[in-house]
């Protein structure tokens, strides 16, 4: 059901003539329209470039059609069809879904954690700081050892703590020792 736009020239420049084959359209959202019915805690950035899912209710004119609006726009209901995008819906449902998973789940790993065997600080400033693991999983050899974010290990942060218990002990002999001594 698009929007059929067939245009008529009469004499030099006449306006096009616009016939509507279909009963639901989106509005665009010019800043105009927008300071009309936003609440202002928006970021300009963050507008919606087309509002709704609005019902055509007659053509007025050759260029203008009124809408079925919803009572929180407070706007006049006559748009030019140059404000109007007809709406396709998706003939595919499954287009939709998206296939990531969403940020909010937690990577869950199927395998067990042998030892850790060395961790790495990435990022410059604190902002983009972050901990990297070498982990060594069980079954598998030292050699194919795999890099693991320190956010990424939530569910073996016991072996997490063992790792950073061992690595401080390791660091408070070695440094102690080796030097001369006093009588």
Do not use: C
């Not at 079925?68 to 819906?89: A, I, N």
């Not at 598998?140 to 290990?153: K, M, P, V």
């Amino acid at each position: 059901m698009p929007l059929e736009v067939a245009k008529k020239k009469t004499g030099e420049s006449s306006p096009a003539a616009y016939k509507l084959a279909q009963s639901q359209v989106l509005l665009k959202l010019t800043p105009q329209i927008w300071k009309r019915i936003s609440s202002k805690t928006r970021q300009r950035g963050l507008i919606p470039k087309y509002d709704g899912l609005f019902e055509v209710i007659k053509r007025v004119g050759q260029v203008a059609y009124m809408l079925k609006l919803l009572e929180r726009l407070k706007l006049h209901p006559t748009f030019h069809v140059s404000f109007l995008k007809p709406y396709h819906e998706d003939l595919d449902a499954e287009m939709v879904q998206t296939k990531r998973a969403p940020p909010l789940v937690m990577k869950q790993f199927d395998r067990e954690i042998e030892k850790i065997l060395d961790h790495r600080t990435m990022g410059h400033n604190i902002k983009n700081r972050r901990t990297d693991f070498l982990v060594q999983w069980k079954g598998i050899s030292e050699i194919e050892a795999s890099w693991e974010r320190d956010a990424t290990l939530w569910q073996f942060e016991k072996e997490v703590q063992a790792y950073w218990q061992s690595k401080s002990t390791r660091a408070s002999t070695s440094a102690g020792g080796g030097g001369l001594s006093t009588p």
